[in-house]
T-cell receptor, first 113, second 109 residues
Framework: DTAVSQTPKYLVTQMGNDKSIKCEQN?????MYWYKQDSKKFLKIMFS???????INETVPNRFSPKSPDKAHLNLHINSLELGDSAVYFC????????????FGNGTRLTVT | QKEVEQNSGPLSVPEGAIASLNCTYS??????FFWYRQYSGKSPELIMS????GDKEDGRFTAQLNKASQYVSLLIRDSQPSDSATYLC?????????FGTGTSLTVIP
């Protein structure tokens, strides 16, 4: 099936650990994104990346780093996890045009204890 | 973070009524606008996109855009209990998508 898929679906870990979330899309899109959704359902953009440019939301701590081995994959690595990092993280993709909508993955619920 | 504001709700309407969801945005350079529906525990799914001033209809859904007023709305006609969800307004500015805080809609049978 054509889709944006991310793994794992759930991630429970302790403070201070390092973890990664993987994302893959087979929609042929050239741009991928990471969003964080807090408990109030607010979707905040963290990164966008196409094959030429990484755009970082300046409010994102540098403990978060995107890694893209190719245009179909954009992984999220998080160092030194903190309690406040607990949220649902969504990967998404689109074409690099103003009219192209976002297509979301199913989300990763991260719980830091 | 570009500002996208939605009426926070929660919004409750009886089954069969019209639900009206509103959204304003701060960046006049924004070119494309989207409405997403998100059920609890699920990912956002696209229900409408609109790019030019006026109305766009798709089934029971109508999106309205007024760029001069920096306003976009979503009307849901003949609301059904299955429409109960959080509705997210998204604005694309410079290939970055900014979301509102969402409006929770409950359709009462």
């Amino acid at each position: 099936d054509t889709a944006v898929s991310q793994t794992p679906k759930y991630l429970v870990t302790q403070m201070g650990n390092d973890k990664s979330i993987k994302c893959e899309q087979n929609l042929g899109h050239d741009t991928m994104y990471w969003y964080k959704q807090d408990s109030k359902k607010f979707l905040k953009i963290m990164f966008s990346y196409n094959n030429k440019e990484l755009i970082i939301n300046e409010t994102v701590p540098n403990r978060f780093s995107p890694k893209s081995p190719d245009k179909a994959h954009l992984n999220l690595h998080i160092n030194s996890l903190e309690l406040g990092d607990s949220a649902v993280y969504f990967c998404a993709s689109s074409h690099w045009t103003d009219n192209s909508p976002l297509h979301f993955g199913n989300g990763t619920r991260l719980t830091v204890t | 973070q570009k500002e996208v504001e939605q009426n926070s709700g929660p919004l409750s309407v009886p089954e069969g009524a019209i639900a009206s969801l509103n959204c304003t945005y701060s960046d006049r350079g924004s070119q494309s606008f989207f409405w997403y529906r998100q059920y609890s525990g699920k990912s956002p799914e696209l229900i409408m996109s609109i790019y030019s001033n006026g109305d766009k209809e798709d089934g029971r859904f109508t999106a309205q855009l007024n760029k001069a007023s920096q306003y976009v709305s979503l009307l849901i006609r003949d609301s059904q209990p299955s429409d109960s969800a959080t509705y997210l307004c998204a604005v694309n500015t410079g290939n970055q998508f900014y979301f509102g805080t969402g409006t929770s809609l409950t359709v009462i049978p």
